[in-house]
């Protein structure tokens, strides 16, 4: 599994340059006098003192095979080795920004469409049920994040702080709870995705642009990457978008008995969290948001409504 945007090429270099510059594969014809019995006229050939009358080409010129970004405007060579290990040849191409400009995959992932009284739930993710979805690639390789609801009630996000990055040392085993910190209205909130797993990236670009969990929460937004992920439980398809029919209905019968507010059953206010009542706010997180929601759910999704947390 790699990008399509990964191409490969052979490339030559020179082995005694002092600035190593890879030029992708041309015909002797354009190759210079590298390729051609005029290496050597050049300068850092003779500065070897190595007696190769009659070569065709000169000795030093060497070809490897390396893969390169098509898509990218400053073409960068990778070695073949390398890229299978960057994001570029594994399952995480799909969070590339570069892949998400030029495919518009997460506005449109899956044909998840956002509707006015409805919240996208691409179909092909998993939903715990604290409102967190995971995207495993066919190597494994999972990213997750927030769902379009959890998104909608922080409303404007002002700071990400991780507290599990790669590495992180937690009990048994090297898999943890990926946890993060999220600012929205003034309050700290935090998010963590309800299933261990060994952590191997972080979306540090949330901390430069928070925004990205509310304008792309299925792409841009993801937070964490990893390995390992337990998916006992989570719902996906058509499960999942009744479980969010669900959630809906209940969140909106939650604020009419909270607030005494008339629930018309309409889409929920962006930024909820940070119009209700704190106590009220917090009953909420803890209830829809929290890992207690998890750990609670109903295993089948049309049993979702039987989980009534208010
Ligand atoms: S002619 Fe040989 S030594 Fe000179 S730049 Fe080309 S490969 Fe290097
Ligand atoms: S940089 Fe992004 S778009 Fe380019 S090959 Fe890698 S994953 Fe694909």
Same mark, same amino acid.
């Given at each position: 599994?790699?990008?399509?945007?990964?191409?490969?090429?052979?490339?030559?270099?020179?082995?005694?340059?002092? *600035?190593?510059? &890879?030029?992708?594969?041309?015909?002797?014809?354009?190759?210079?006098?590298?390729? %051609? +019995?005029?290496?050597? %006229?050049?300068?850092?050939? /003779?500065?070897? =003192?190595?007696?190769? !009358?009659?070569?065709?080409?000169?000795?030093?010129?060497?070809?490897?095979?390396?893969?390169?970004? !098509?898509?990218?405007? #400053?073409?960068?060579?990778?070695?073949?080795?390398?890229?299978? #290990?960057?994001?570029? @040849?594994? @399952?995480?191409?799909?969070?590339?920004?570069?892949?998400?400009?030029?495919?518009?995959?997460?506005?449109?992932?899956?044909?998840?469409?956002?509707?006015?009284?409805?919240?996208?739930?691409?179909?092909?993710?998993?939903?715990?049920?604290? =409102?967190?979805? &995971?995207? /495993?690639?066919?190597?494994?390789?999972? =990213? *997750?994040?927030?769902?379009?609801?959890?998104?909608?009630?922080?409303?404007?996000?002002?700071?990400?702080?991780?507290? %599990?990055?790669?590495?992180?040392?937690?009990?048994?085993?090297?898999?943890?709870?990926?946890?993060? #910190?999220?600012?929205? @209205?003034?309050?700290?909130?935090?998010? #963590?995705?309800?299933?261990?797993?060994?952590? !191997?990236?972080?979306?540090?670009?949330?901390?430069?642009?928070?925004?990205?969990? !509310? +304008?792309?929460?299925?792409?841009?937004?993801?937070?964490?990457?990893?390995? @390992? *992920?337990? %998916?006992?439980?989570?719902?996906?398809?058509?499960?999942?978008?009744?479980?969010?029919?669900?959630?809906?209905?209940? &969140?909106?019968?939650? *604020?009419?008995?909270?607030?005494?507010?008339?629930?018309?059953?309409?889409?929920?206010?962006?930024?909820?969290?940070?119009?209700?009542?704190?106590?009220?706010? &917090?009953?909420?997180?803890?209830?829809?948001?929290?890992?207690?929601?998890?750990?609670?759910?109903?295993?089948?999704?049309?049993?979702?409504?039987?989980?009534?947390?208010?």
């Amino acid at each position: 599994m790699h990008c399509p945007f990964l191409n490969e090429s052979q490339v030559r270099s020179c082995r005694v340059a002092s *600035v190593r510059k &890879l030029i992708p594969h041309l015909s002797p014809a354009d190759a210079g006098r590298c390729a %051609t +019995t005029q290496f050597t %006229t050049c300068a850092a050939f /003779q500065e070897q =003192h190595q007696d190769c !009358s009659g070569a065709p080409t000169c000795p030093y010129l060497q070809e490897s095979l390396m893969q390169f970004c !098509s898509a990218s405007p #400053v073409q960068r060579y990778v070695p073949w080795s390398e890229a299978s #290990v960057s994001k570029c @040849g594994c @399952g995480a191409y799909r969070y590339c920004d570069l892949y998400l400009d030029l495919t518009e995959a997460s506005a449109h992932r899956n044909g998840a469409q956002s509707t006015e009284d409805a919240l996208p739930v691409p179909p092909a993710l998993q939903y715990a049920a604290n =409102h967190m979805w &995971l995207d /495993q690639a066919e190597d494994g390789l999972c =990213h *997750v994040g927030i769902d379009a609801l959890f998104s909608r009630l922080l409303g404007r996000i002002e700071r990400v702080d991780f507290i %599990t990055m790669p590495g992180s040392q937690g009990l048994g085993r090297g898999k943890l709870s990926a946890t993060a #910190v999220v600012r929205a @209205g003034g309050s700290d909130w935090q998010v #963590v995705f309800p299933r261990p797993m060994k952590i !191997s990236a972080c979306n540090l670009m949330l901390r430069s642009d928070p925004s990205r969990l !509310s +304008t792309d929460p299925y792409g841009r937004g993801w937070l964490f990457a990893g390995t @390992g *992920v337990d %998916t006992t439980g989570l719902v996906t398809g058509e499960q999942a978008a009744l479980w969010m029919q669900d959630e809906t209905r209940q &969140l909106n019968e939650f *604020v009419q008995e909270r607030s005494g507010c008339c629930a018309d059953g309409g889409m929920i206010v962006p930024g909820l969290l940070d119009k209700l009542r704190r106590e009220d706010a &917090l009953v909420l997180f803890s209830g829809f948001l929290s890992p207690a929601a998890d750990a609670a759910r109903p295993h089948q999704a049309t049993d979702a409504g039987k989980g009534d947390r208010r």
